[in-house]
């Protein structure tokens, strides 16, 4: 069983930066992974991917140009590095790791949940106006 654990939220104002990781604790580097957020009430929803090699980036259009997902696999750690926060960025983020695909194809779907099979507790992040 892959325990993921996100850390790095808070709060910060609009225009802000967070640096979000996620730490596995077993080895992530041959599987895709991914960044997801909710917020109450709504559907989770896609943020970004990462191929095993550190190839294979998507963005959800929402974030393209304002964040960056990366990872180190011998740490077996995944980041995503927020930059010019926007309250509506506000929500629970969650990582999460397929251990089918390590690229999910864009033909596939790479915002599918159902394709990633571990996930996070979630950490906050809350942008303020």
């Known amino acids: 069983q892959v325990r993921l654990v996100e850390s790095g939220g808070g709060l910060v104002q609009t225009g802000g930066s967070l640096r979000l990781s996620c730490a596995a604790s077993g080895r992530i580097s041959t599987y895709a992974m991914g960044w997801f957020r909710q917020v109450p009430g709504k559907e989770r929803e896609f943020v970004a991917h990462i191929a095993w090699n550190s190839g294979g980036t998507y963005y959800a259009d929402f974030v393209k140009g304002r964040f960056t997902i990366s990872r180190d696999n011998a740490k077996n750690t995944m980041s995503l590095q927020m930059n010019s926060l926007k309250p509506e960025d506000t929500a629970v983020y969650y990582c999460?790791?397929?251990?089918?695909?390590?690229?999910?194809?864009?033909?596939?779907?790479?915002?599918?949940?159902?394709?990633?099979?571990?996930w996070g507790q979630g950490t906050q992040v809350t942008v303020s106006s």
């Open positions: 999460a790791q397929s251990i089918r695909y390590s690229t999910i194809p864009a033909t596939t779907g790479v915002d599918r949940e159902g394709l990633y099979d571990y």
